[in-house]
């Protein structure tokens, strides 16, 4: 489990490797990532956006933005928690994700929390020993 809290908001993310959805002959591997947003503040926010900085086992970067996560803008009021699951291919056995939410408050006060960078690691990637 990756956590990370920003402003009383906590992320906790949990990747798993869809060994049943890749394919490694075909450089093809899917991960499926597991994520709790919780609001230990005081505050009611609200989700409106998502940045995510995925970058794979040979370094190269895909950068993806958008409204909400998996078709929802959550309000989330002191205390609550939102999970919800989502996935993302690779062309290479490893990899690692990080990113941020936009957050809003009441208010209309704005501000970004870190989703805590995590690591995607399939069975398949070799394993070097120093």
């Known amino acids: 489990m990756y956590s990370a809290v920003t402003r009383a908001i906590r992320v906790d993310v949990e990747p798993i490797y869809l060994e049943e ?3 490694p002959a075909n450089g093809q591997f899917v991960w499926a990532y597991r ?16 940045y995510w900085h995925i970058t794979d086992g040979l370094g190269r970067i895909q950068e993806v933005r958008g409204a ?3 078709g ?11 999970e919800y699951t989502s996935g993302t ?3 290479t056995p490893s990899g690692i994700m990080r ?9 209309g006060d704005k501000f970004d929390i870190e989703i805590p960078a995590f690591s995607l690691d399939s069975p398949h990637q070799p394993q070097k020993l120093n």
């Open 35 to 50: 994520v709790q947003i919780g609001n230990e503040g005081a505050e009611t926010v609200q989700l409106l956006s998502r």
């Open 99 to 107: 990113g941020t939410y936009k957050m809003k408050t009441p208010a």
């Open 21 to 23: 959805q890749s394919e």
């Open 89 to 91: 291919p690779l062309p």
């Open 72 to 82: 929802e803008q959550p309000i989330l009021n002191p205390g609550e928690a939102y």
């Open 68 to 70: 909400g996560v998996v």
